[in-house]
């Protein structure tokens, strides 16, 4: 059976840091674009950033995030990484782990596997 599981959220000031880490099990996701979106109250999911399979590859960005987040992957570990620097409140909301078969993709219905989230919430 196929799990993402998501870690690393929880509450920070503006202006702070978080990582978040997804670990894959179930299957191998060496060769499997992965990404990270959002939800936050009242609002639709939201693309955040993605993740080629390939060591070194393509990797895409919100601009809401480009400059501040770092997507990244560990294949020997199946980990995926999202480094999330200069935190603001409108960054608050439940980050959402992916992951899919085929090319990298920045739209939610194209991704198969879904973690449960964790929640970020930034502080003013």
């Known amino acids: 059976q196929v799990q993402l599981v998501e870690s690393g959220g929880g509450l920070v000031q503006a202006g702070g840091s978080l990582r978040l880490s997804c670990a894959a099990s179930g299957r191998t996701f060496n060769n499997y674009p992965m990404a990270w979106f959002r939800q936050a109250p009242g609002k639709d999911r939201e693309f955040v950033a993605a993740i080629d399979w390939r060591i070194g590859g393509l990797t895409y960005y919100a601009d809401s995030v480009k400059g501040r987040f770092t997507i990244s992957r560990d294949n020997a570990k199946n980990m995926v990484y999202l480094q999330m620097n200069s935190l603001t409140p409108e960054d608050t909301a439940v980050y959402f782990c992916?992951?899919?078969?085929?090319?990298?993709?920045?739209?939610?219905?194209?991704?198969?596997?879904w973690g449960q989230g964790t929640q970020v919430t930034v502080s003013s």
């Open positions: 992916a992951a899919k078969s085929g090319s990298i993709a920045t739209r939610g219905h194209e991704y198969d596997y």
